[in-house]
């Protein structure tokens, strides 16, 4: 199926603005919790970074999918590592209420923003092959625009919509917030298994990190 030639892909600045705010929230992290100096994950994100746009910006589609892989997989490593080292302090009470609760905040809203980018990037086949199709018709989410008819999509002016990131931002947010989709029913079984393992992340921050840390107020 074609490209529809009239339509703008969606931008993908926001994918790379969320894993560079990403990166500034593990940067804020105490040393002990993160993997090497605080800024070596900010490097080796904007070194994987580049490479990914300039194969996106010159058809590499292969690369491109390699380096964005890559990129998300590192950040993802250097997040749930730094869960686990904090999970592995709280026993000997080292770290201040005050410090876990903005390490707590840090790593969930990380936890959002990184399994969007996963949602966005695997959905569909990745965005180079939303692109290419045009029309989004079939993914791992059911959006509400792609259960209406026809006739319906085209009077309410989405007969040409596709996901965009904020679509996907907004199932990791009530991922992490409600623990489960709300209005985007979730079809296969590889997007089931990333927001179980989103879920635990976000549910092992507020309830043992956030929760401790009020109670020791």
Known sequence: MPRHPTIDPPARWPVVAAMLVI?????????????????????????????????????????????????????????????????????????????????????????????????????????????ELGVHTDGAFLFPQMTMTKELRRQMGEDEWRPAFSDYLFVAFNTSTAFSPTDVPVLSRWAKILMMVQSVISLTTIALLAARAVNIL
């Not at 936890?111 to 990745?126: H, M």
């Open 23 to 131: 990166c500034g929230l593990y940067s804020t992290l105490p040393k002990e919790l993160t993997i090497g100096p605080e800024w070596l994950l900010l490097v080796v994100s904007v070194a994987l970074i580049i490479p990914t746009s300039l194969t996106h910006r010159s058809g590499h589609v292969r690369l491109n999918n390699i380096f964005a892989h890559t990129s998300l997989a590192v950040i993802t490593i250097g997040l749930v590592t730094s869960l686990v080292l904090l999970l592995m302090r709280l026993p000997a009470k080292l770290d201040s209420p005050l410090r876990i609760l903005r390490v707590a905040f840090a790593l969930w809203t990380g936890n959002v923003l990184l399994f969007a980018c996963w949602y966005w990037r695997l959905d569909g086949g990745g965005p180079n092959k939303r692109d």
